[in-house]
């Protein structure tokens, strides 16, 4: 796009550091007790520590899905986990 303005910036990525991206439909759940979640709330799971035998998505996911009312989701759940060693 011709008329749009871009920024380019670079960073240093420590060994063991990880890069999360991820859709909106990832924390925009609404929860069993019938709350809408913000980036907050999925930002809090992202912090919790792995669990053995399930990769970093698939915890994310069973972790959204267990809260969320239904148990199915209404939008999307895209989400890359990079992990750099």
């Given at each position: 796009m011709p008329a749009m303005e871009f920024r380019q910036a670079s960073v240093e990525v420590p060994p063991g550091a990880s890069f999360y991206l991820f859709s909106d439909g990832?924390?925009?759940?609404i929860d069993k007790d019938g709350l809408?979640?913000?980036i907050e709330d999925f930002v809090e799971?992202?912090?919790k520590?792995?669990?053995?035998g399930?990769?970093?998505p698939q915890r994310l996911f069973q972790t959204v899905c267990a809260s969320a009312?239904?148990?199915t989701l209404?939008?999307?759940f895209s989400l890359v986990v990079v992990?750099?060693?």
């Open positions: 990832v924390y925009e759940i809408q979640w913000a799971i992202m912090r520590p792995p669990v053995d399930l990769s970093e009312q239904p148990s209404d939008d999307d992990n750099f060693d």
